[in-house]
């Protein structure tokens, strides 16, 4: 096994060596030539990060069995909208068959949810998933894994066909990504502050992911999602989202990213439950915010930039002053308070949010240098 794998920007050391997989593989395939036993499965590998595992699982099955490939591809910018695109499809030989679909990873779920109801909606005679690997503390849903090769915590794997940005399928071991420690910044203040500007700067200077609440909703809007038609409904009258829902996706966003270095949270937390859940959340991770900065601007430049943002961004909800004086009422109410949740830790810097952006930016590199 190498001592170090270096994938763009990232390390990589060694986690699971060939002869563990290879009993992880033979464990998986002596269940199911059990269960399976004088059937004629269909097994489906899922591309690409399956290859492997398939390759090597279908060597020691030792029933009759078909093979199919589909592939899909969850989109992901800045911003994602959970949405699975379909790169290969269901293939028509499995209507009515036994599936057993085989996976390299299951973390949260949401892939395999998305797979999962493709396949019952396709009409299959019955349907069961084996996995190489398992992260059962993130695993979110319901669907049952039938067969896992190992478990293992929420650490972020290349190797044996996972991949990082595409590299690193073509080891015969399982790497993990070497451990550093993250810096978490929450970037707050009332609408209007900024946050979206200095946040771009924040992440180009300290590689950190750029988690914006608001931006979040706004693509589920787009995309038509359930969860942006309900975030909707608060946003056009400049109300918060309730905090399970706003809870839920965030934590969500956050497990789409285990390769990060640290996050930037932009909008969020808003209300003390918020803070709370955050601060359990990034502790399961072992990892905690350093950091809250507090972009401080009056109430009549915010509603000046705000109407002004509004002829550019198109956001409803900037353009009308009643609902953007609404907004600031609300973070005055409810939002303004978390501040003192980080205070309490000395965790809360103050910066001055008017003037030239540059100025302010250079503030903001200030306060974070003077903890790292
Ligand atoms: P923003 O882009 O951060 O100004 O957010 C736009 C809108 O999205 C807010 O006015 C809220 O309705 C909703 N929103 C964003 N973040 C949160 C949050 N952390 N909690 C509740 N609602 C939120």
Same mark, same amino acid.
């Given at each position: 096994?190498?001592?170090?794998?270096?994938?763009?920007?990232?390390?990589?050391?060694?986690?699971? &060596?060939? /002869?563990?997989?290879?009993?992880?593989?033979?464990?998986?395939?002596?269940?199911?030539?059990?269960?399976?036993?004088?059937?004629?499965?269909?097994?489906?590998?899922?591309?690409?990060?399956?290859?492997?595992?398939?390759?090597?699982?279908?060597?020691?099955?030792?029933?009759?069995?078909?093979?199919?490939?589909?592939?899909?591809?969850?989109?992901?910018?800045?911003?994602?909208?959970?949405?699975?695109?379909?790169?290969?499809?269901?293939?028509?030989?499995?209507? +009515?068959?036994?599936?057993?679909?085989?996976?390299?990873?299951?973390?949260?779920?949401?892939?395999? =949810?998305?797979?999962?109801?493709?396949?019952?909606?396709?009409?299959?005679?019955?349907?069961?998933?084996?996995?190489?690997?398992?992260?059962? =503390?993130?695993?979110?849903?319901?669907?049952?894994?039938?067969? @896992?090769?190992? =478990?293992?915590?929420?650490?972020?794997?290349?190797?044996?066909?996972?991949?990082?940005?595409?590299?690193?399928?073509?080891?015969?071991? @399982?790497?993990?990504?070497?451990?550093?420690?993250?810096? &978490?910044?929450?970037?707050?203040?009332?609408?209007?502050? +900024?946050?979206?500007?200095?946040?771009?700067?924040?992440?180009?200077?300290?590689?950190?992911?750029?988690?914006?609440?608001?931006?979040?909703? *706004?693509?589920?809007?787009?995309?038509?999602?359930?969860?942006?038609?309900?975030?909707? /409904?608060?946003?056009?009258?400049?109300?918060?989202?309730?905090?399970?829902?706003?809870?839920?996706?965030?934590? /969500?966003?956050?497990?789409?990213?285990?390769?990060?270095? +640290?996050? !930037?949270?932009?909008?969020?937390?808003?209300?003390?439950?918020?803070?709370?859940?955050?601060?359990?959340?990034?502790?399961?991770?072992?990892?905690?915010?350093?950091?809250?900065?507090?972009?401080?601007?009056?109430?009549?430049?915010?509603?000046?930039?705000?109407?002004? *943002?509004?002829?550019?961004?198109?956001? /409803?909800?900037?353009?009308?002053?009643?609902?953007?004086?609404?907004?600031?009422?609300?973070? &005055?109410?409810?939002?303004?308070?978390?501040?003192?949740?980080?205070?309490?830790?000395?965790?809360?810097?103050?910066?001055?949010?008017?003037?030239?952006?540059?100025? !302010?930016?250079? *503030?903001?590199?200030?306060?974070?240098?003077?903890?790292?």
């Amino acid at each position: 096994m190498k001592e170090k794998v270096k994938l763009w920007d990232k390390n990589f050391k060694p986690y699971i &060596n060939e /002869s563990e997989i290879s009993k992880a593989v033979s464990k998986v395939a002596h269940q199911i030539n059990m269960d399976y036993a004088g059937k004629c499965p269909v097994f489906v590998i899922v591309l690409k990060g399956s290859f492997l595992f398939g390759a090597d699982l279908l060597k020691e099955i030792d029933i009759d069995c078909t093979v199919e490939f589909v592939q899909f591809s969850s989109y992901e910018g800045t911003t994602s909208t959970n949405e699975v695109k379909t790169l290969m499809g269901i293939p028509a030989s499995c209507k +009515g068959k036994e599936v057993i679909i085989i996976e390299d990873i299951v973390d949260t779920g949401q892939t395999i =949810e998305k797979i999962y109801n493709q396949f019952i909606d396709f009409g299959v005679k019955s349907l069961s998933i084996a996995t190489l690997l398992f992260k059962k =503390e993130v695993y979110q849903k319901k669907y049952p894994i039938n067969y @896992i090769g190992l =478990e293992i915590p929420n650490t972020f794997v290349i190797g044996f066909g996972l991949d990082y940005d595409e590299l690193g399928r073509n080891y015969k071991e @399982i790497y993990s990504l070497e451990n550093q420690s993250m810096l &978490n910044i929450v970037l707050f203040g009332p609408p209007g502050a +900024g946050k979206g500007t200095q946040a771009t700067k924040l992440v180009e200077k300290y590689n950190l992911y750029h988690l914006s609440t608001g931006d979040v909703f *706004r693509a589920n809007i787009k995309g038509g999602t359930e969860l942006g038609q309900l975030a909707k /409904s608060y946003i056009d009258k400049g109300q918060l989202v309730p905090d399970a829902v706003t809870i839920a996706m965030l934590e /969500s966003e956050v497990e789409k990213h285990p390769e990060a270095e +640290g996050f !930037i949270f932009d909008g969020f937390p808003r209300t003390n439950v918020q803070a709370e859940a955050l601060a359990t959340f990034l502790e399961k991770r072992g990892t905690d915010i350093q950091l809250m900065l507090a972009l401080a601007v009056d109430e009549e430049e915010l509603v000046k930039r705000l109407l002004n *943002r509004a002829k550019d961004s198109g956001r /409803s909800d900037d353009a009308d002053e009643n609902i953007v004086r609404d907004r600031i009422k609300v973070y &005055n109410s409810q939002t303004a308070v978390v501040a003192d949740h980080y205070a309490k830790d000395n965790k809360h810097v103050a910066i001055d949010g008017v003037g030239d952006v540059d100025a !302010i930016t250079e *503030r903001l590199f200030a306060a974070i240098d003077a903890v790292i």
